[in-house]
């Protein structure tokens, strides 16, 4: 990664990713010298299908959980 480089987290999810598309091009429009580069995470709430968020702890959806 060279010091031009901004790296976006981003979940998986089709709507996720089309934001952080949408941000990255834009990014590289206003600043042509920055590489910008999408990196896709999972939490526990995209893992845990079968069980409600609110029992699964707020916890799991946050940046907290993204390692």
């Known amino acids: 990664m060279s010091k031009n480089t901004l790296r976006?987290?981003?979940r998986k999810s089709?709507?996720?990713l089309w934001q952080a598309h949408y941000v990255k091009s834009r990014?590289?429009?206003?600043?042509?010298?920055?590489?910008?580069?999408l990196v896709?995470?999972?939490?526990k709430g995209d893992i845990i299908l079968d069980t409600p968020l609110?029992?699964?702890g707020a916890?799991?959806?946050?940046?907290k959980s993204w390692k």
Do not use: F, G, N, Q
């Not at 896709?40 to 939490?43: D, F, L």
């Open 27 to 37: 990014l590289e429009e206003i600043h042509p010298d920055l590489k910008v580069e």
């Open 59 to 63: 916890r799991a959806c946050s940046l």
């Open 8 to 10: 976006i987290a981003t």
């Open 54 to 56: 609110a029992k699964v």
């Open 14 to 16: 089709p709507l996720a």
């Open 40 to 43: 896709t995470m999972v939490t």
